[in-house]
């Protein structure tokens, strides 16, 4: 029996309608299924893909060991991930071996910001693994706007909330156009940095792009909301243009 294939299969940033076509038909006839979640939650990729399974595939779901709880600083929150993506590698290399293919669902784009490229540092040396990319939640985000978000010789910048305050603002100051993920609990951090970096008046905040539940703002209008992990902060360019 020939070995199988691990397909990392961009979603993009929520709406099926924006998928690949290549992407919808690897779901729609996958056997084996597997993708990320928090415990105890369904899982936003999960969600994303409801009515286009198989009625007989099998889903293995990779619950994370930890999100917020220690700080990503903390050796112990490298050493959890690491143990639980050796693991998560183990069972789709045991799917492989026995020649079944498995998709992995990927929210965004694979490449970009995603957990599954954890996997695919970890799987790529050993057997087949194929990337299929999608449209990014940045570019869900930044549409959503109705805006361009750069023109002419604009440069954008793409930064994680994570960053320090100084880090963020820097970046910020020196870019014509930003966009900011992974932003939850950071939030204050993020407004701080785009103040002193001259952005803030002019910057939107997108939570759920291209999603049912999709709200667009201007961030000085959200006022002490809390915004969930799935929101973008995205300041356009205003560059050359004929």
Known sequence: MTG???YGVGLGPGDPDL?????????????HLAFFRKAGRSGQARRIVNGMLHAQVTEFAMEYPVTTEIPVT?????????????????HLRALVAQ??????????????FGSFMHLYTR??????VEVV?????MSGAWTATGQPVTWGDDILTVLMGTLPQDTLADAMSRSDAVVVMKIGRHIEKVKSALKTAGKYDTAWLIEYASMPNQTVQKLADAGDKITPYFSIIVVHGQGRRP
């Open 4 to 6: 199988g294939t691990i």
């Open 19 to 31: 998928m690949s076509v290549r992407a919808d038909r690897l779901l729609r006839t996958a056997k």
């Open 74 to 90: 903390d050796p112990a929150y490298n050493a959890a991930l690491s143990a639980f993506y050796t693991q998560c590698t183990d």
């Open 99 to 112: 020649g079944q293919d498995v998709v992995v669902l990927c929210e965004g784009d694979p490449f970009f």
């Open 123 to 128: 799987l790529k040396d050993d057997i087949p």
């Open 133 to 137: 990319p999608a449209i990014t939640g």
